[in-house]
């Protein structure tokens, strides 16, 4: 994908968007940090995580010296991803929040966000995760689809994840991180100063739950929905 000048990353407050963000300044493009803000309410000690995160994320991109933004897609994420989530769940199917995350908000609407609104030659993510046109689309051939491949670091995959996106939004997008492991890119983030995402504790599991009981948030919720 040749001509590639503006890249839209998108920016969690994590130390896996803030390396994929650093390595895409460092290739030279003018890269725009964005902060998707999908979930907006307090966790079970009455605090918004999405606000530290998005303090953290714009921290990395100050810190890089690239624009930051926010989009809110709070709502597009409760009616096509919690919402679903709710559905399998009470009908008995095991639900897979990140698959429809991605499926729904990274891959659709954030993706159209980056090159309609912000006119991004191209998006990138810190997923764990390889494309065959290369982690900077170098080999990238408009007549041919693209095939995601499993990253370097075997632990932290996430191509399964991303298994139901479409091909138009990976056939533009990057994958910096693919070749490294997660244990090399917390290296490469304290090397280049930014130790506080490097020292953050790794986000495991369901995001909107957090550290409450499963059966009991679940019951919670499915009163209130």
């Not at 407050?13 to 895409?24: F, I, Q, R």
């Not at 993706?111 to 995760?129: M, N, Q, R």
Request: glycine share 6%; aromatic share 12%.
């Amino acid at each position: 994908m040749n001509g590639i000048k503006k890249v839209v990353c998108g920016i969690s407050g994590g130390v896996d968007s803030s390396v994929a963000a650093m390595m895409l300044a460092k290739k030279g493009y003018e890269v725009v940090g964005v902060f998707m803000r999908n979930w907006d309410v307090t966790n079970e000690v009455g605090v918004c995580m999405a606000d530290r995160e998005a303090e953290d994320a714009e921290r990395t991109c100050k810190h890089l010296d690239i624009r930051f933004q926010e989009v809110n897609f709070v709502k597009e994420y409760w009616n096509d991803v919690f919402s679903e989530f709710l559905s399998d769940y009470q009908n008995g199917f095991t639900p897979n929040p990140d698959i429809l995350c991605n499926r729904h908000i990274k891959f659709h609407l954030f993706w159209d966000y980056a090159l309609e609104k912000i006119g991004a030659d191209a998006v990138a993510t810190g997923h764990y995760a390889r494309s065959s046109f290369g982690p900077f689309l170098e080999n990238f051939q408009p007549q041919k689809n693209v095939k995601l491949l499993q990253a370097a670091d075997s632990l932290k995959d996430q191509t399964f994840f991303l298994s139901q996106v479409h091909q138009k939004a990976l056939q533009s997008t990057m994958f910096p991180l693919g070749k490294f492991t997660k244990d090399r890119v917390k290296r490469m983030a304290q090397e280049s100063g930014m130790e506080f995402v490097a020292s953050k504790k790794e986000s495991m599991g369901i995001c909107f739950i957090g550290s409450r009981d499963f059966k009991s948030f679940i019951k919670q919720v499915t009163k209130l929905h």
